[in-house]
């Protein structure tokens, strides 16, 4: 079935450090990739989408492009600040193979922690 | 405008009962989504709700159900609780069915002793 692997955490960075985390999936068809982002005592929100090969999601100064070669979603941003400190997830949803539903599939979630 | 609210946000439970759980979604929402998120699992899906009709399902056994009723408030429910049931149930709400779209309530923490 469909998996999504994330890179352990927690990632511990400093303020206007560079992030990256890392995401690859396992699919059978063609996702649809999304990263989601939960602050601390909050809901999960989506943070980004791409729904094809090269897309670039961005959003809040994150990115992540869909690489389809090498199978990843890896998430960026060039200057994290204290407010980012939250655990992020990587998900995919296979369209093609749930009859054009959205029946995600989540990654274990990575831990970000920025200090001052 | 009010965010999606569960309720009760703590619950603790003994083997063998069952629990019901609720969601309000966002005012004008259809479609309610659940979730399960444990240290050993991590966050699965469990259904979703849309217009009081189960549109699909994830891989849990029938212990576990939900409905939907005609103001788009949801419930789930757990029968015969297990020890592994003990986690964080999400759930989400968002205007259109299958919608990626979706928003977050914080959760009901339940813990089966």
């Known amino acids: 079935g469909d998996s999504v692997t994330q890179m352990e955490g927690p990632v511990t960075l400093s303020e206007e450090a560079f992030l990256t985390i890392n995401c690859t999936y396992t699919?059978?068809?063609?996702?649809?990739l999304f990263w989601y982002v939960q602050y601390p005592g909050e809901g999960l929100q989506l943070l980004l989408k791409?729904?094809?090969?090269?897309d670039k999601g961005s959003n809040k100064g994150f990115e992540a492009t869909y690489r389809k070669e090498t199978t990843s979603f890896h998430l960026e941003k060039g200057s994290v600040q204290v407010s980012d400190s939250a655990v992020y997830f990587c998900?995919?949803?296979?369209?093609?193979?749930?009859?054009?539903?959205?029946?995600?599939?989540f990654g274990r979630g990575t831990s970000l922690i920025v200090h001052p | 405008k009010a965010g999606v609210t569960q309720t009760p946000r703590y619950l603790i439970k003994t083997r063998g009962q069952q629990v019901t759980l609720s969601c309000s979604p966002i005012?004008?929402?259809?479609?309610v989504s659940w979730y399960q998120q444990t240290p050993g699992q991590g966050l699965q899906f469990l259904f979703e709700?849309?217009?009081?009709?189960?549109?699909n399902k994830g891989n849990f056994p029938g212990r576990f159900s939900g409905r939907q009723f005609s103001n788009s408030r949801s419930e789930m429910n757990v029968s015969t609780l297990e020890l592994g049931d003990s986690a964080l149930y999400l759930c989400?709400?968002?205007?259109?069915?299958?919608?990626?779209?979706?928003?977050f309530g914080p959760g009901t923490r339940l813990t089966v002793t």
């Open positions: 791409a729904t094809k090969a090269d």
């Open positions: 989400a709400s968002s205007l259109a069915a299958s919608s990626y779209e979706q928003y």
């Open positions: 005012s004008g929402h259809r479609s």
């Open positions: 699919a059978t068809g063609y996702p649809s």
């Open positions: 709700y849309f217009s009081e009709t189960q549109r």
């Open positions: 998900a995919l949803s296979d369209l093609e193979t749930s009859g054009g539903s959205y029946i995600p599939t």
